[in-house]
């Protein structure tokens, strides 16, 4: 198997990869029988690393497909599914789109299922772009997910449970900023303590979660059937009435709906934490993408019978708006049930992303002390204070949303990169053991299609497709100053900086064996 670890592909070694040898000697021998409250598991069939520090495999079948619904179903389908329309022009079209747009995740996350089980290491993108494409690549990847795509989301879904559940004490006007902003850094905070400490009551908050959104998707569907079943069908009189057909406009309808199932790659996140990953993965992934997509399309299709265009588009939250028309005097579920929506996906996001993270941390890509598990809970600490400081900072710029007019493009990028990844190792290694191999047609269909998608974004969107490709080129000198040929100063703080943590946080190193 193509090894994933720093280590080869490393050369010389980052300033921010400090080894831990003599300041955890000790801890080592005194934790290593398990310490105080810390059963510390084997890897499974490599007997050397028995009493190893690392992560526990808790995560099952159902609550890989309760993270995967969870992180995409957030607040998009509640709150603004309106993207897909304006680009569409007509409600067919968007349907068309929401389907497509779904059928092309799921062929994306049956390629990951292959690169997951080929490569079943944490870290997603990170560990599969590092390993076809060596340090750079997997370094910018890194860079911008740092930057952008991860704290940037998390702050917006905060932000968004937190003004969706002080909306009924605000009844006539908006919340004020400042309770907003508060409230989402109190359950960015609570979010953030729960992963440290048990990753079961993660799981156990993202199966409740999950299962409260994909209620309150029912009772919106149930309302738009019953609607359109007594003789409200005259909405669908002229379904193609004004539809785009210009392919930039098409591009960006197709955005809009892939961004809304943003999420399908979490679990390829915490593949080391998932039971018998080899068949879970792909079974997940096969579970969640139909039912997300089912959802989707017939949750539109609710929202398109009782609502009209128009209605939509000057919509802040079409969930809202839908249920004030339809829910009368319990028309205050809507709002609790986008707040729970959203609470449920920023619980995923936070578990998914801090092992982004650490595995970055672990092969050298960012201070080693994110890299470090605490020896009682064993749980990657360090790496989600550090992702949940990030995030507060966030919460309180008020230009934050400018951001997400640049991510769709990057992650489309990457994304295009991994998929390319498994097409090199297929030719660069093929003989690497391959529990999943998805047939050469999908992963092609699926570069073709994105493509497609960035090209005729630079057309359409040249500001954002250029300023979202000079913030991943800004990574560049970043790399060469602190991996490739790293600052002494720089050295010397990650050490300390290795070791305080260590000693502050009860924590160690990674010591399980990468193959």
């Known amino acids: 198997m193509a090894r994933v670890g720093a280590s080869d592909n490393l050369q010389p070694k980052s300033s921010f990869d400090i080894q831990m040898t003599q300041s955890t000697k000790g801890n080592n021998n005194e934790n290593s029988s398990g310490g105080e409250g810390g059963s510390c598991e084997s890897s499974s069939g490599d007997n050397s690393s028995s009493n190893g520090i690392k992560l526990k495999k808790e995560i099952s ?14 607040s998009g389908i509640f709150v603004s599914p309106k993207g897909v329309l304006i680009h569409s022009g007509s409600i067919l079209q968007s349907i068309i789109v929401w389907i497509l747009s779904g059928i092309l995740s799921l062929v994306g996350a049956l390629c990951y299922a292959e690169l997951g089980t080929m490569i079943p290491k944490s870290g997603g993108d990170y560990a599969y772009i590092d390993v076809a494409f060596g340090p750079l690549p997997a370094f910018l990847y890194l860079w911008v997910a740092l930057l952008i795509l991860i704290p940037t989301g998390n702050a917006i879904t905060a932000l968004t449970f937190a003004q969706y559940l002080l909306q009924p004490f605000w009844p006539s006007c908006e919340a004020p900023v400042e309770a907003v902003q508060l409230l989402a850094a109190v359950i960015t905070c ?93 079974r997940a992934i096969c579970i969640s993408l139909p039912l997300v997509t089912t959802i989707y399309v017939v949750t539109n299709i609710a929202y398109f019978s009782v609502l009209t265009p128009d209605e939509i588009l000057s919509s802040e939250a079409v969930a809202v708006t839908f249920g004030d028309k339809m829910l009368g005097f319990m028309a205050w579920l809507m709002p609790f049930f986008v707040a729970c929506s959203t609470f449920g996906a920023l619980n995923g996001a936070i578990f998914g992303a801090s092992r982004l993270l650490f595995v970055g941390a672990r092969n050298g890509h960012l201070p080693a002390a994110i890299s470090l598990i605490n020896v009682k809970f064993l749980t990657p600490i360090p790496s989600l204070l550090f992702l949940g400081v990030v995030t507060l900072i966030l919460l309180f710029i008020r230009d934050m949303y400018a951001l997400i007019n640049y991510v769709q493009f990057v992650e489309a990028f990457f994304t295009f990169m991994s998929i390319s990844g498994l097409l090199w190792l297929r030719k660069k290694n093929p003989d690497s053991n391959r529990p999943i191999k998805v047939n050469l047609s999908l992963p092609i269909l699926y570069l073709i299609i994105c493509g497609f998608l960035m090209i005729s974004s630079i057309y359409v969107s040249p500001m954002e497709v250029g300023i979202g490709s000079a913030i991943i080129v800004s990574g560049i000198p970043i790399y060469y100053l602190t991996i490739y040929r790293p600052v002494e100063v720089l050295t010397s703080m990650s050490q300390k900086l290795n070791i305080w943590c260590s000693k502050f946080f009860l924590c160690m190193p990674n010591q399980e064996k990468i193959d």
């Open 61 to 74: 079948l159902l609550d890989g497909v309760a993270i995967i619904v969870g992180v995409i179903v957030g």
């Open 190 to 282: 609570f979010l953030t303590m729960v992963n440290c400490y048990n990753v079961k009551w993660v799981t156990r908050i993202t199966d409740i979660f999950t299962g409260t959104k994909i209620l309150a998707l029912l009772i919106i569907v149930g309302a738009g059937a019953y609607y359109l079943f007594t003789g409200n069908t005259e909405k669908w009189d002229y379904p193609l009435e004004g539809s785009q057909l210009s392919p930039g406009f098409i591009a960006l309808a197709f955005y809009n709906g892939l961004f809304s199932y943003s999420g399908w790659n979490y679990l390829n996140y915490v593949t080391e934490e998932l039971k018998d990953p080899y068949k879970n993965l792909p």
